[in-house]
């Protein structure tokens, strides 16, 4: 293990630092490319670099070679324009790896950091307390605030890990991640810690399990650094199985890991993954192997936790931690946004306290009810925010529908679903909590690091509510046996399609779902149906169409007729069925 | 708001917009349906917020008695009784 601001002093030459599709380099290389980079970057000693690179070799050799002159680096938490645009007006230079055919970015000079003429700046050992990032929190409320660490913060932090997981690991380990160096947990664990414990680490970041068989083609040990999300598609892949045996150990951070997705992945590589808590104001925070799931979770060397009786969110005391109260020995404490509970000698985390609403003096947890709402058979997905609404803050909820859900809406409307998503809270909520605005959507607007950011949802709120779904009636006629309807299907039963996107059609379903609703409203009541005999789809229905719906019933009431067909035009037919009533008992 | 409407519609239009409520239209509600809980399905925010609304448009108080407001606030239908007995006086209209 050698420290990073010692790394050019003793690197045993000819040791693999990377390797990759992009090629292997050895740690001769590391050393002619950061001190070819920093001779350029000589003039930019003291300011400020923004860094971005996908390579984790090249963003490696960027962050070094920064570090040898002696400039800070910025490192944008995206390559999305906005992200960089917003950051480049406040630095000195500009080092991407995917661009520079031009010298210039936004205005900047930008290189490519694998791109420097061969020239040799004398490499020098980093002192410990110079800035050396600055990094972006990815919070869920507002944008990112700026958070900088110095080179002993990470320093420090990697020793640590190594000491907890140096043997488990074993030299040589060859490091694969998914997860990107712009935040601190992919800069720790797939840049600093590999380069400083001398374990190659796999350049183009892992995003799909088909990837490890061409960089595993040898058999040798690897380690994964990864996220609850990417961990949830890596796990279901039987391609892994075949690896399992020289997989050392799996570390996920950047949010909760179910507990099912943490035994699906010890099945699938033979290791329970460690999981990090931790935040980028803090470094590392604790660590802890789920088993049975819920397990409580245990400080990291050197790190002291406590909770904050007035608030009681979590206290951290840490030597990685670069922001709070100054401590003597170079530490610091800083209090987390995540609510806690302590025990058995670890802690529970019990949500964002920004999670937590109060509305009507009564105290929700949006996980809680998040959790609730997914238990529906109609949700597939939902989350929830607090709205402001002038008054007492509501509850809105945002709700990716199964196919049950779907038939739903299209039955019943929006409002019908969220009636019956409604009546299944009732029981564990109180009334004023229960959501009061409901959006339908097809995915929840998650970002690259999987996390849920409150102004996008907030965002689907920002308009009042779109359209009804349900068919909407335009005029009804009914006798004492028939019914006739002329209702219109609204254009956002397009929603309800999303297997053919740009082509959407009234699923057969649904039609004969329109028939059930216009029987109920005939008999008063749900009718039971015993037989469903003729069933006939003769056109597509798309919505945006007005039509004529019809149903007939017996004299006796058992036997039931039903068409639906174009309201202009009564010759063009979409569906017709004959059926079976039983009798209600 | 059409001085032709009933005071029953205004009050159902009333309810939509001071409460917004979504995917509603006044007509949707019915004027003897119960407003709270099993029907409509409002809650004490919402009565708190209704009779602000009440209180704005007609100048009748609404004052905190629950036993009292339970009754006035069971349907639109007694709401616009206890509007018509109580509105401010000199508007006579509706």
């Known amino acids: 293990m050698i420290a990073l601001s010692q790394l050019f002093r003793a690197a045993p030459p000819g040791r693999t630092v990377a390797f990759g599709r992009e090629g292997v380099r050895d740690a001769d290389a590391l050393r002619d490319d950061?001190?070819?980079?920093?001779?350029?970057?000589?003039?930019?000693?003291?300011?400020?670099?923004?860094?971005?690179?996908?390579?984790?070799?090249?963003?490696?050799?960027?962050?070094?070679?920064?570090?040898?002159?002696?400039?800070?680096?910025?490192?944008?938490?995206?390559?999305?324009?906005?992200?960089?645009?917003a950051l480049a007006s406040e630095v000195t230079g500009v080092l991407l790896d995917s661009t520079p055919t031009s010298d210039t970015f936004l205005g900047r000079p930008c290189w490519h950091p694998l791109a420097a003429p061969r020239a040799r700046r004398p490499l020098v050992a980093l002192d410990r307390e110079s800035p050396l990032v600055e990094l972006f929190t990815s919070g869920t409320t507002g944008a990112g605030k700026p958070v900088a660490k110095a080179v002993r913060h990470l320093e420090d932090e990697v020793a640590v890990l190594e000491e907890c997981f140096g043997a488990l690991l074993g030299g040589g380990t060859r490091i694969l991640a998914t997860s990107s160096p712009q935040h601190l947990y992919g800069l720790l664990f797939r840049i600093v810690w590999p380069l400083s414990a001398g374990r190659p680490l796999l350049r183009s970041p892992l995003l799909h399990a088909e990837e490890l068989a061409p960089h595993l083609g040898v058999e040798s040990p690897f380690a994964l650094v990864s996220t609850p999300i990417a961990l949830r598609h890596l796990a279901e892949k039987e391609e892994l199985a075949p690896f399992a045996p020289w997989c050392r150990a799996v570390f996920s951070s950047g949010g909760p890991l179910p507990a099912p997705i943490a035994r699906r992945v010890a099945e699938a590589l033979g290791a329970a993954p460690f999981e990090v808590y931790g935040a980028t104001e803090t470094g590392g925070v604790a660590l802890r192997q789920q088993q049975r799931g819920g397990e409580p979770w245990r400080p990291l060397p050197r790190v002291?936790?406590?909770?904050?009786?007035?608030?009681?969110?979590?206290?951290?005391?840490?030597?990685?931690?670069?922001?709070?109260?100054?401590?003597?020995?170079?530490?610091?404490?800083?209090?987390?946004g995540d609510l806690v509970a302590f025990d058995e000698g670890g802690f529970r985390l019990l949500g964002r306290a920004d999670r937590v609403v109060k509305i009507g003096e009564k105290r929700l947890s949006l996980p809680a009810m998040e959790e609730r709402l997914a238990t529906h058979p109609a949700v597939a997905d939902a989350a929830l925010v607090a709205l402001d609404t002038g008054g007492d803050a509501r509850v809105g909820a945002v709700v990716v529908p199964t196919e049950i859900g779907r038939e739903q809406v299209v039955a019943s409307?929006?409002?019908?679903?969220?009636?019956?998503?409604?009546?299944?809270?009732?029981?564990?909520?109180?009334?004023?909590?229960?959501?009061?605005?409901?959006?339908?959507?097809?995915?929840?607007?998650?970002?690259?690091?999987?996390?849920?950011?409150?102004?996008?949802?907030?965002?689907?709120?920002?308009?009042?509510?779109?359209?009804?779904?349900?068919p909407e009636p335009i005029a009804v006629r009914r006798g004492a046996r028939e019914l006739e309807a002329r209702l219109r299907i609204p254009e956002d039963l397009a929603f309800l399609e999303g297997h053919f996107p740009g082509h959407p059609i009234v699923a057969g379903v649904v039609q004969l779902h329109f028939a059930m609703r216009a029987l109920e409203e005939l008999l008063g009541a749900a009718p039971r149906l015993a037989a469903l005999e003729v069933l006939k789809f003769h056109e597509l229905l798309l919505p945006g169409q007005e039509v004529r719906l019809r149903v007939e019933l017996d004299a006796g009431g058992e036997r039931f007729a039903f068409s639906l067909a174009d309201a202009g035009r009564p010759e063009r037919v979409f569906a017709t069925a004959r059926g079976a009533l039983r009798r209600n008992p | 708001m059409h001085s032709s409407d009933s005071l029953e519609a205004q009050i159902k239009r009333i309810i939509v917009e001071a409460l917004a409520l979504e995917d509603m239209q006044p007509e949707d509600i019915e004027t003897d349906a119960p407003l709270f809980v099993e029907g409509l399905g409002l809650d004490s925010i919402d009565a708190l917020e209704l009779a602000m609304a009440l209180e704005e448009s007609y100048g009748v108080a609404i004052e905190d008695d629950p036993e009292q407001n339970q009754r006035i606030f069971a349907s639109v239908k007694s709401l616009a009784e206890f509007v018509r007995a109580h509105r401010a006086v000199g508007d006579e209209s509706a």
Do not use: M
Not at chain 1, 318 to 334: D, I, K, W
Not at chain 1, 430 to 439: E, I, T
């Open chain 1, 304 to 336: 002291e936790v406590a909770r904050d009786a007035e608030s009681g969110c979590l206290v951290v005391a840490s030597p990685f931690a670069s922001t709070g109260e100054a401590l003597p020995g170079g530490r610091a404490r800083c209090t987390l």
């Open chain 1, 34 to 85: 950061v001190a070819a980079l920093a001779a350029l970057l000589e003039p930019f000693a003291e300011g400020r670099l923004l860094l971005h690179s996908e390579d984790a070799y090249a963003f490696a050799v960027g962050l070094l070679a920064a570090a040898q002159v002696g400039a800070r680096v910025v490192l944008p938490p995206s390559r999305q324009p906005g992200a960089l645009e």
């Open chain 1, 413 to 470: 409307g929006r409002r019908g679903l969220a009636r019956s998503l409604s009546a299944h809270l009732a029981p564990d909520f109180d009334r004023v909590l229960l959501p009061r605005a409901w959006r339908l959507v097809d995915a929840l607007p998650r970002d690259a690091q999987g996390k849920l950011p409150n102004e996008r949802l907030l965002a689907f709120f920002a308009e009042t509510s779109p359209a009804p779904r349900a």
